[in-house]
């Protein structure tokens, strides 16, 4: 009633009700969803400066009986405070890697790389190496042809746990990049000791390199940044062919964008494989 509202304790407030019970909901449907299989994934490709496919990025998307195609982005933060995403996370993976396993006797399919985005919570886990490690055993896909995103923000913590996972890893092959380069808070130093393989440049650097003076100064910092660490730099979001033409220009050879590919489901990117 609304005389009893008043000084009621928070629990009755009606909205904090609804969203509590949405929440419950959600994560009731994510445990549904990957029951039923909704999950889909996406592959965008990544492309060197000679036009050439030279792998994928594989983006989750839920394909939700109600709400159609839902973008990772209304579900993964809730997945990761949830733990839910440990699930899926590993569906992911294993999905990825079972391809790459049917790519193998494939002449053109088995250089592709396929590019795997991996949260915080998993890669915090204990069991994270083991976990790596039984998926590709079981997949029987080339270690080679894998890659890991990891973001700056999951790497702070406790350095030496990290160094050490990630050595374990790439001792079968895998390789190590490191996603929305820039966003975050990296020191020089902290750079040189992670064992990483690439750099990509978050898509915010690179969308005002032609509009923004400082933008295009950053950008063309953060390449030199990552050349001179030895690693491979590559840009996401390219939109256009002036963005393309400043990147080449500053260094940057490898790209992930509109302008090259959406993301698109399997069949279309091995279309496009093929076509390439
Ligand atoms: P991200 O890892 O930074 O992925 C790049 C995002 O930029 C993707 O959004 C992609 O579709 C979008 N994008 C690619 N090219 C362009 C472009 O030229 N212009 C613009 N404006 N956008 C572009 P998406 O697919 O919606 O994914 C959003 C985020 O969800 C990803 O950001 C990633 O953080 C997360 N995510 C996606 N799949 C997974 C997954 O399997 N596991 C985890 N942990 N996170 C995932
Ligand atoms: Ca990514
Ligand atoms: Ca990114
Ligand atoms: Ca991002």
Known sequence: SKKAGRNSVRFFDPSLESAMKQHATLE?????????????????????????????????????????????????????ETGLILPLGN??????????????????????????NVSALQFRQSDFIETVVNIIHKSGANPQRLKLELTESMLIENLDDIIHKMLSIKELGVGFSLDDFGTGFSSLSFLKRLPLDQLKIDQSFIKDVHSDPNGAAIAKTIVALGKSLGLNVIAEGVETVEQREFLSNAGCHAYQGYLFSRPVALTEFEELARSN
């Open 91 to 116: 569906w992911v993976l294993e999905t990825a890697c079972k391809l790459l396993a049917s790519w193998e006797k494939i002449p053109r399919m088995n250089k592709l790389v396929l590019a795997v």
């Open 28 to 80: 009731d449907d994510i445990r549904q969803a990957l029951d039923q299989g909704q999950f889909v994934l996406h592959y965008q490709g990544q492309f060197n400066s000679r036009d050439k496919l030279t792998g994928a990025e594989v983006l989750v998307r839920w394909q939700h009986p109600v709400q159609g195609m839902m973008s990772p982005a209304l579900f993964i933060p809730f997945a990761e």
